[in-house]
């Protein structure tokens, strides 16, 4: 690992094209990389996702070198301090005294002190609202749960083929329509977040 910081520093020195990236130059990048990632896991490719992970991680080699050439900034041993941290305390369970015995518990756990380090009072506090629009309306259901704020009318259970091929569907219609069904969701996704919103105020 120091070698690879070493060698991120040199290209930042050294390699014209390296020299002028920035934070928001190597957005794609970082996208293309975490989907080729995502490919690699789908299918189970252990030579793929070695290779992959190697990538994603110079995605962060390279944000953190960039940042500590900013003044107040911090370098990649600063975000590496910040995730022992995070995780030391987010497992109380592994790190101190609470005992939680299933996975379940763990994940309260890990929810409770979230809330409690982020003082959210909004559930679209936080939120990631540039993920894909499919990915973000179920963090936000998700979020709206966790806040109390539930539809009142129970869903019809249905399978995952079920889900999938209604969701195929749908976004075969929108195509046959001249319609970008991930700009259709994205826009009524907003209205809901608006709506989560408002009734949180109330």
Known sequence: MDQMIAVMKRLRSECPWDAEQTHLSLVTYLIEETYELLEAIETNDLQAIEEELGDVLLQVLFHA???SETEGGFDIQDVAQRLREKLVSR???????????HASDVAMNWEQIKATEKGRTSPTEGVPFAQPALSLTAKLVHRAAKFGIQDDVSPQPMSESEIGEALFDL???????GIDPEAALRARVREYARDLD???VE
Request: glycine share 4%; proline share 4%.
């Open 198 to 200: 408002s009734r949180e």
């Open 171 to 177: 976004a075969t219609r929108a195509a046959q329509l």
């Open 91 to 101: 497992h109380p369970h592994v790190f101190g005294d609470v005992i939680a015995e």
């Open 65 to 67: 070198q960039i940042a």
